[in-house]
């Protein structure tokens, strides 16, 4: 057995006796309560995570930008669908930051579609949810929560950034052709221990046959059951519309590949990534990367057709990125703040250290027909005069 120190949080102390109590959990079940316990978990408590004070950006902090061009995707996709009504619901919102830059974007360039539409959220932590109340308090007419088994859409678009990478996840290993599962275990040291034991659900095997694509021998790879099971949901929740699902992925045979021999497994902390979840327990965000196969079988499965799947960067230049860097730009006092600028937004589409490419963009409807969605305008159909000075 493998062993790791544990450093003394309260949520550490009550899962070590939970853990001797049990015998050893899942490594899903150990995630699940680092992430969601009630009292301690990562994302239940009111603590600072998104932005310079907190312990990762996401491109919803980085930049009003990004909200404003999903917003004139969502201006089309209220076009596509006609009608009197426009529901969007945006799940795991964290500070509000894509609620807000979006219904300020609809408010000053799509007034109409902004006095009809509703906006709901579903957020897990109560914290998160008085945030976002504050950060959206101007639009308090538009905006509501529900949890996330009381929506409904009947013609809309259903939203989320970076919710999917926090699903718990089951950790596996394929050892002597046989699927072995990641448990965790308290060791009389006070110390977090790992050991390989059969799976814990037949689920895993049958995920696995459903996604046509297996671990490959000798790696360490996660299993995110919760992802389709939830895209299913999304799927039957929506009578006509959109899906937007934002996360950094891979399609299935890119995240299970060969050279991926130690899995995605990542720990955020003040800005500091780490693959040690038995440190900081309770204190720091634990993720991994999505399966965006898995997404699109499961929306598939649910009347909803994928639309289209890229690159964030690909996405975002489709809705504009180029013309409002430009636009920002012109309205720089000097060149210093227009530099500043430049640097700020390169990061939500550069490939390295940026979010440009790991981020994917799966976009899927459900009733629409095949549009030709704005994000989808090819990169070179984009003109590039005024580019060069940048
Ligand atoms: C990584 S943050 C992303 C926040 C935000 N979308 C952004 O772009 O800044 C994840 C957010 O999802 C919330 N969350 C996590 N799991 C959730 C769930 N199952 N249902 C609703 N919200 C959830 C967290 O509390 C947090 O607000």
Redesign the pocket.
Known sequence: MNTFPSDITPLAAELRERLAAAGGLPFAEFMAAC??HPQYGY?MTPRE??GKAGD?F????VHAVFGRLVARQLMQMSELLGGDIFQVVE?????G??ALDILETLASEAPELYARLTYTL????PA?RDRQARTLAAHAARVAWCA?DEWRIDAGCFL????V???PVHVVEKQSGELREVYVAARADGTFGEELRGPSTPALTEHFKWLGVAPVEGNRAEANLAAPVWMRQVGERIGRGFVITIDYGYPAAELYALHRRTGTLLCYRQHQADDDPYTAVGEK?ITTHVDFTALQQAGDEAGLTTLWFGEQYRFLLGLGFFEELLRLQACCADEREARALRMTLKNLILPEQGMGETFKVLVQGKGVGAPALHCARPISSIPMTGLAAL
Request: proline share 0%.
């Open positions: 992430l969601y994302y995570r998104i990762f996401t491109s919803t902090s799940q795991g919102a964290g500070e930051h894509l579903i957020e897990v932590g998160s996330a989320s950034n970076e919710l990478d926090a699903f965000d």
